[in-house]
């Protein structure tokens, strides 16, 4: 059972969305300098890097971080991969037959653009019509591969449709080596109260029925870990 972390390493070096904070890590005692630990002051928006989006986001009455319940950022999750467009809507996501999934991890060309410093306008996304699409297919979360779910130019309603429609969001996370296929996902994001947002480490873990499948044994007291 192999386990992929798909979050992005938190630095000053992280690509942030045009107007968020930028992530600054500064040292603010050294043992080098006679402290007696190291220990550092962390500056970060609260949608920085790999982070999610509750519906407190676009919504002054939404659920905050956490409030998210637990069980929407952990179970079975599918990887789709849409290479080439850049505006996903209902003609890409129809074929990719999505009924019955409830965590939905969308791969792009946008994972490659986590080797550039600098920020990327040009990143794919859901269009308004994809976002009703994932609403109508019962789909409980959405991840896509950089930091916003929604284009540049677009008005906020891609957002609104998902996290009014009980969706969180998760933005942000690497799929550069992962294959299309299903996994179990784990997303815990930091607990940080009436947050409108928050970074997460989030995580693919391999053949999560086969790893749930192990045999007991009479003989001891132990369960096979699942």
Known sequence: MRIHDISVALSPDLPTYPGDPAVSVEPWQRIAKGDEANVSRITLGSHSGTHI???????????????????????????????????????????????GVERLLIKTGNSEFWKDKEFR??????TVEGAHYLHHMKVKLVAV????????????????????????????VNLA?????????????LKLKDGDGAPVRALLVDNPDAAAQGTFDPHTSRWPLS
């Open 53 to 99: 989006d509750p519906p407190r986001h676009f919504n002054d009455a939404g659920i905050t971080v956490d409030e998210i319940p637990l069980d929407l950022l952990i179970g079975q999750a599918r990887v789709v991969e849409i290479p080439g467009a850049k505006q996903i809507g209902r003609t890409e996501l129809e074929p990719l037959q999505l009924k």
């Open 121 to 126: 306008s040009d990143f794919a996304a859901l």
């Open 145 to 172: 591969d950089y930091l916003s779910v929604e284009p540049m130019d677009g008005d906020g309603e891609v957002h609104r449709i998902l996290l009014n429609g009980g969706i969180p969001v998760i933005e942000g």
């Open 177 to 189: 080596d992962i294959p299309p296929g299903d996994y179990q996902l784990i997303c815990l994001p």
